[in-house]
């Protein structure tokens, strides 16, 4: 972001020393604002979304051994297709990362050199990598061996990959080799799912900055990364199933459900967010907001707000039918458009969201007397 030196008041007091008055002159002035440039949001929103899409993954594995047999392998696809989206979004978060580094071999060395466990920094680095290494192991379990080559439909590109290379009989009976046991993988999608959880810490990386009013809400930031992450991970997630299934079955019912909720969440803590900002007396508040209220950043705002209502609106009304069973030919067939449209606009905003917060933040000046 640009430096900014920006006067927000002057007022003259005039201070009587007996016979002697002394006019003091205070100004407010920007300390400059040398953020972290915009890959940083990029990192921070795609590790959220890599939590939302693994725990879409594992509940989509719960899920199959209850179901009937349609539903399940639905549900085959909702797994494969969260895993790969939590190890691309891990991918594209750690990227975003290593691009703001200017020495890239700390990055890679992260366990020598990250050792402050008291910085969510170190902290966060940990839950990615510890996360993308489990999604991996999750994604390899469900694509390959020899279940998976008579369920894989849709989202089996990956094998076909590897038979054009003609390693895929090789990789099946190795997966096969070192699957394991049900209770080692129940154990495995619980840690994984601690970890996804765990993304909250994208919001304390800017909630602890207590320079930064528009940072500074150590519960509702924290809060906000977490439920618009894992809405837009899970809303990805049941979109891409939806997008090459071309249909909306019952068994979507539920994901829809808990992306209209989170979103509905995300909705309410942001609009009281903007309460406090709007409220504060804080001079870098009110310019943060004042930035936010205007120009081209407040159409980031109002496609934010655009994207977690319209989530949560076809969220709630398509999944609560669908729960209930009650598909008529006409609502199936405009359910998953509406759905695929709705979850991605709720993706962009996210991602709109977490660049806002950078553009207009704006630190306590400081004050300065002449």
Not at 143 to 167: C, D, M, N, T, Y
Not at 187 to 202: E, H, M, R
Not at 275 to 293: G, M, V
């Amino acid at each position: 972001m640009a430096e900014r030196v920006i006067t927000m008041s002057m007022t003259v007091t005039a201070i009587d020393f007996g016979k002697t008055a002394t006019l003091l002159f205070t100004e407010f002035q920007w300390l400059p604002a040398d953020y972290w440039d915009l890959s940083i949001p990029v990192y921070l929103y795609f590790a959220a979304v890599a939590g939302g899409a693994y725990l879409a993954g594992v509940s989509a594995c719960v899920l199959r051994s209850r179901q009937l047999v349609e539903a399940e392998v639905l549900a085959g696809e909702i797994a494969r297709w969260g895993f790969m989206l939590a190890v691309g979004s891990a991918a594209v978060a750690g990227l975003a990362v290593l691009s703001h580094l200017a020495v890239i071999y700390r990055a890679i060395l992260f366990p020598v050199y990250l050792t402050n466990f008291s910085s969510w920094i170190t902290i966060g680095t940990w839950i990615l990598v510890l996360l993308a290494i489990l999604a991996v192991v999750s994604l390899l379990f469900q694509l390959f061996g020899e279940q998976a080559a008579e369920e894989s439909r849709s989202s089996g590109w990956p094998r076909l990959l590897l038979a054009k290379i003609g390693v895929l009989d090789w990789t099946d009976r190795a997966v096969d080799r070192v699957r394991l046991p049900a209770v080692a993988m129940s154990l495995l999608y619980g840690v994984g799912s601690l970890l996804a959880v765990a993304t909250i810490y994208t919001g304390f990386e800017l909630a602890v900055v207590q320079t930064v009013p528009l940072w500074h809400q150590p519960v509702l930031l924290p809060v906000l990364f977490l439920t618009s992450g894992v809405a837009a991970g899970v809303g990805l997630t049941v979109a891409m199933t939806m997008l090459f299934e071309r249909r909306f079955a019952p068994v979507f019912g539920g994901y829809a459900v808990a992306v209209g909720l989170l979103s509905l969440t995300s909705f309410g803590v942001a609009v009281y967010g903007w309460h406090r900002i709007a409220t504060t007396d804080a001079p870098a508040a009110a310019a943060s907001h004042a930035h936010l209220s205007s120009g081209t950043l407040y159409f980031g705002v109002l496609l934010v707000a655009l994207g977690f209502l319209a989530a949560a609106i076809s969220g709630l009304a398509f999944g609560v039918t669908a729960l209930f069973n009650q598909l008529p030919d006409r609502v199936e067939r405009i359910g998953g458009p509406v759905l695929i449209g709705s979850f991605s606009l709720l993706a962009v905003g996210g991602l709109v969201l977490r660049l806002l917060l950078l553009l207009a933040a704006e630190q306590n000046p400081v004050v300065v007397a002449l």
